[in-house]
């Protein structure tokens, strides 16, 4: 037995060192050629692949003459072979052109948004999403996207948080590496592969008042600490290209940034792919005031380390005149290129520079329709259900469709979906009425669209719901009240839905709420309404099959928050991870506001950290979610009280299923450093795993925790793991209390 365990040990060792030696041999290879063709490159060629245009803004003379790199937002496969022809057959050294699209959550099948696929805390159906996606871009000719967007953020105000995973650092960077393995594959070479950009580098969601394109004013720990580690993640998985953010940092353009683009990213992370410009972001470090003009933009931005721009000129225009003035060296210039030829090499586009769509499945076939269907109803999440009202039984009489989104085809599909066909999508009306026949649903949106400022169609709302057993009530907000510079200040429910819940209330029939949006929104007042209420986000293509399953039972949901949902849009930001405070609250602290006596007189003693109206809690936390059962967690351990620095700590739980429904449960572990030389946030999520449990059965989870994993930037900068106390607890949501003590030495 230990001679087999042995030679397993030492053919494994063989293994990974024949694979690491051939890996290494394919890099020098590929350097090599990169090498001998910047050789041959004059400069205007050279600079020529550091300039990416949009479709519509460029022509055939300049693709022939080697002065384009890249392309995006041409989606037609004949139009981009035919353009590649030229590159590769007309063009002095043939280099092919990288064609480019924002494939943001699917292609012609979408998947929720970013936020509704965190929902789901399933890295596995996230990575199949973004696996789908890439197959029908690539048959269209698109090689790379522009995605995932692993922007941490802890503001619903912002408009690009639906495109985001929300506000943990480490579910981000779970979901960041699921994202870019699924787009990328194994082999950049496949034909299935699409290269993905991490975007957006760095701190673009800590924005200023949740505006987008605003200032963001940062410590460089919590810069590092939870901004950062998605991007990480994202190198570890080999991402093949980064996007610099618009945002300034501190006083400094994230296009302009050496500390992130050249010390981080380049030197302490060792990358070695292409970063590109996000659009004019080099032109407008004129506009924040960091460069004089276009040319002083495009020193600061090649300086930094941005090797190729998007759309404006900046590059193209001044960066001979540069190496000519010898303030840009044609070295830097050299570097660049060859970022962006030796991304070339790795994804096969010498050798495959053209696209056969006959090589690839139909667009939007049911495979892909299962996927879509899948993730929509996994991120699905239950916030109340009072009295058992879901699921509903499938032999109910009548059931009454009202709101704005039950019938949205294009809405459905949330924000960034340019190449998503509404034709394909399922609307939840669609579906109920196939499922349950016409004479069965009673359908009277009561409001044209989410913003209707009229009650012309109260009336018909109302005799629906009054001749039904229950009303199914979609509300929340249009795909273009989120999404980029779609920021809101109120993030209520628009329009006068507010009115139109009420009004339906007053028939007295149950009322079952179904929200699609792009953020969370603040209807706390409405939800006293609503006796259950499923949280849909923008659900995508198969939002209709999905939603109506979950409403009836077929499947328990299962999604969970990726971000804290506020009870006003003052207590913004507001996330799990807080600090402590030298005063925190709790409930025996917060002091009412129309508790207190008229003329008290105003003392500090007894003060804690919260608002006299709103208290300190949010309305839902961080990581909740309900479904149609309970789960108990039991004999919740950590395998031992002290451990030392490098060791892995081992941490369990029972979860039994104690209801009559069959369900998914997300299992989530969080820890606090009591005590470190820069004060610590009073929880941080670790690790998670969803687990399917049957009605009475328990299941064991475990945790493998390093203590590499429990270490933050200390005030010198330098990522440690301080040895001392440590609280740890698994549950449901973020609200679990730390019941676990260990030490490390």
């Not at 507001?574 to 917060?590: F, I, R, V």
Request: aromatic fraction near 8%.
């Amino acid at each position: 037995m230990k001679n087999t365990t042995l030679a397993l040990i030492l053919i494994s060792v063989f293994l990974w060192v024949s694979c690491t030696t051939q890996k290494r041999n394919h890099m020098a290879k590929t350097d090599k050629k990169v090498n001998e063709l910047i050789a041959q490159m004059t400069l205007e060629e050279k600079i020529g692949q550091l300039v990416q245009k949009n479709g519509d803004s460029f022509s055939d003379s300049l693709v022939r003459s080697g002065g384009l790199g890249s392309v995006l937002n041409l989606v037609n496969v004949d139009e981009i072979n035919r353009i590649q022809a030229i590159a590769v057959e007309e063009s002095r050294l043939g280099i092919p052109i990288l064609f480019a699209r924002d494939v943001i959550h699917g292609f012609k099948t979408i998947m929720p948004i970013p936020l509704g696929q965190a929902a789901s805390w399933n890295p596995q159906l996230i990575r199949k999403g973004a696996e789908i996606a890439s197959i029908e871009a690539r048959s269209s000719g698109i090689r790379w996207t522009f995605a995932p967007m692993i922007d941490v953020t802890r503001d619903p105000r912002w408009g690009r948080i639906a495109e985001s995973f929300g506000e943990d650092p480490y579910l981000t960077s779970v979901l960041a590496k699921a994202s870019v393995e699924g787009y990328q594959g194994d082999n950049l070479a496949h034909k299935n592969a699409l290269v993905a950009c991490a975007k957006h580098l760095a701190a673009y969601g800590a924005a200023e008042a949740g505006r987008d394109y605003h200032t963001v004013t940062l410590p460089e720990n919590e810069l590092r600490d939870v901004y950062l580690p998605p991007f990480k993640a994202a190198v570890d998985a080999q991402a093949g290209t980064f996007m610099n953010a618009f945002n300034e940092i501190n006083g400094i353009p994230a296009t302009g940034h050496e500390l992130l683009l050249r010390q981080i990213l380049r030197g302490e992370w060792s990358y070695d792919g292409m970063v590109v410009s996000d659009w004019s972001s080099v032109q407008q470090m004129v506009v924040h005031g960091y460069a004089t003009d276009e040319k002083d933009a495009a020193l600061k931005a090649i300086h930094a380390g941005v090797d190729m721009e998007m759309a404006s000129t900046c590059y193209e225009n001044y960066l001979i005149e540069l190496v000519e003035e010898g303030l840009v060296s044609e070295t830097l210039i050299d570097e660049a290129v060859a970022n962006i030829l030796r991304l070339k090499y790795r994804m096969g586009l010498f050798d495959n520079p053209y696209t056969n769509p006959s090589d690839y499945p139909e667009l939007v076939n049911d495979t892909h329709r299962m996927v879509s269907k899948e993730s929509a109803k996994e991120s699905l999440v239950l916030l109340k259900n009072n009295s058992e009202l879901l699921p509903l039984t499938t032999d109910i009489k009548s059931v009454a469709i009202i709101g704005p989104l039950a019938d949205q085809p294009h809405d459905q599909m949330g924000t960034w979906v340019f190449d998503g066909d509404k034709s394909y999508s399922i609307t939840p009306l669609q579906s109920l009425k196939s499922f349950l026949g016409n004479k069965r649903v009673n359908y009277a949106p009561g409001m044209e669209i989410s913003r209707t400022m009229h009650k012309r169609g109260f009336d018909a709302a109302i005799k629906a719901a009054r001749q039904s057993e229950v009303v199914l009530l979609f509300i929340g907000e249009e795909s273009i009240l989120s999404g980029e510079s779609h920021c809101r200040a109120d993030i209520s429910l628009p329009g006068i839905q507010s009115d139109l819940i009420q009004a339906i209330a007053a028939t007295g029939k149950p009322i079952v709420g179904i929200v699609l949006a792009g953020r969370p929104l603040t209807f706390e007042k409405e939800a006293e309404f609503l006796d259950a209420i499923i949280y849909a986000w923008h659900p995508g293509t198969m939002a209709g099959p999905a939603i109506q399953d979950i409403l009836f039972g077929f499947d328990a949901p299962s999604g969970k928050l990726p971000v804290t949902f506020p009870r006003t849009v003052g207590q913004i930001p507001l996330y799990y991870a807080q600090k402590n405070s030298g005063k925190p609250a709790s409930d025996e602290t917060w002091e009412r506001m129309y508790d207190i006596p008229v003329e008290a007189p105003q003392l500090s003693v007894g003060n804690t950290n919260h608002y006299i109206d709103y208290g300190f809690r949010p309305w839902f936390p961080f990581g909740f979610g309900l479904t149609y059962t309970t789960f108990e967690y039991s004999d919740v351990s950590v395998e031992s009280g002290t451990y030392n620095l490098g060791d892995s700590i081992r941490f369990s739980a029972v979860i039994t299923n104690t209801g009559k429904f069959e369900a998914k449960e997300t299992a989530q572990l969080y820890i606090r450093d009591l005590v470190g030389s820069r004060t610590r946030p009073v929880k941080e999520l670790k690790a998670f795993s969803k687990v399917n449990i049957k009605p009475g059965e328990s299941r064991k989870i475990e945790f493998l925790v390093s203590t590499d994993q429990l270490g933050f930037h200390n005030q010198q900068m330098k990522y440690v793991t301080e040895p001392g106390e440590f609280k740890a607890g698994i549950g449901g949501n973020s609200d679990v209390e730390l019941t676990l003590d260990f030490k490390i030495n």
